[in-house]
């Protein structure tokens, strides 16, 4: 039996719910340590760019102080890369070891029923929380090591011989009467001045992303075999190719027009380094750097969804071997597990728009009627003048009030996530129900033994 999907979107979203008491004494530190580290980082990002310290003092609000980072990042990352990176990575360090602090324990309640040992005041680090932070670089470097990497460093060689072959010097005769009139131009321009640039727009890319369109059809092809699928009931293996292979062509057309500007943010990184890989990047045609990018999308996507359930595997197992961290997302699996994740983000998504946009403004309308209540016994004790703190004291009350909801919704917001690692833990060490005519003999046999005989 699969994942089920509003069985297990739901139990990710009761834990956060029901869960709420101890994921906030659990969390309520390290969370509010992280607002205090966010708020650092930005002001230390503006010292950097301004050349000296800017504090409240000099920005009243924190909202505006984000606003110029992202206006100025760039300008500081160009004058002082140095001191702009060291903040970056010293406020990823810090983010990860104080959401590991508080997710570890979250999980293993989760998937175990473990709950987090007692008290108010808890900032831990062990084990678990080196095992969740171990796991989630490993899922990630799997990602980058083994797909982003080899396919821009393929994309990047093919681009570049693509970019000097058209870029060859070769002698055209505009007068075919005259054998002495002779003009030089390149391969891209001949091609262009025949009509025959599709060559080099279309053809050229289609030939070189090819190879790693096959691929990744025979990693579906493989990902759906009958052993993945434990309630098929007979094997058809060129069917199984057929529907694969318009499945793989169908996300590959559909990704080249609906993700153009994910793809292309694959190539900024690099574009941004400068030096030969920057600049051949910046020259590579279009459609080579869109049919490369969303090959290497649905390659990174395919590998995260496998190895997702991971981080909440080693926390519960108290191991960092995989275990069974595959079976969660086997054959059909991967699509419910994918639902899942986007059903829970916009559950997650319209929970925060309808705090903001309802609970909010509710909260503040009440505030505001007692801002003004409050103003009037003042005037009544104080010979028709409103008393001068009443307007700052409710402002502040008004303020965090709407900041206490938001820190709820990311209680609420972590909590989904340990309860959704928890549940995916529990779904891999399930024990299958294998179907009586399963295409798995080996597999029924083992969990139906003959009786011996006398």
Known sequence: MGLRIFSVTGA????????????????????????????????????????????????????RAQQLVGQYAAQGFEKNPTAMWSITGGNLALQTLLIASFMAPLIRYAGLGEKPSPGVVRLAFGPDQLRFIISGIFSFLIVAVLVLAPAIAATFYVAKYIIAAMAQTIASFPDPNSLHTIELTTVGEGLAARGASWIYDLAAPTAAVAPFALLLWLVVFFH???????????????????????????????????????????????????????????????????????????????????LHPYPGVAVCRKSLLLGKTLKVSRGWDIIRLQIILMLIGAIMFAVLLALNIFVVPWVFSAINLLSQAVATSTRLVDSGVTADWVAPLFVWIANGVKILINIFWTFFSYGVVAGLYGRLYRDSEREDVVHPRSSSPEVWRRNHPEPMEA
Request: charged content about 15%; aromatic content about 14%; hydrophobic content about 55%.
């Open 12 to 63: 990710a979203l009761n834990f956060g719910g029901r869960r709420m008491e101890t994921i906030m004494r659990v969390a309520w530190l390290p969370v509010v340590l992280l607002l205090i580290v966010n708020m650092a980082t930005v002001f230390a990002y503006l010292s950097v760019i301004a050349g000296q310290v800017i504090t409240f003092a000099d920005i009243s609000t924190f909202t």
């Open 224 to 306: 759906f075999h009958p052993r993945n699928r434990p309630a098929v009931t007979r094997r058809n293996p060129v069917l199984r190719g057929i529907v694969t292979l318009v499945v793989t062509l169908s996300f590959l057309v559909g990704g080249y027009w609906l993700l153009r500007e994910q793809v292309l943010a694959l190539f900024q990184p690099v574009e941004a380094l400068g030096g030969e890989a920057g600049k051949v990047f910046e020259n590579t045609p279009l459609n080579t750097k869109l049919f490369f990018g969303v090959v290497i999308y649905f390659f990174a996507s395919y590998l995260n969804l496998r």
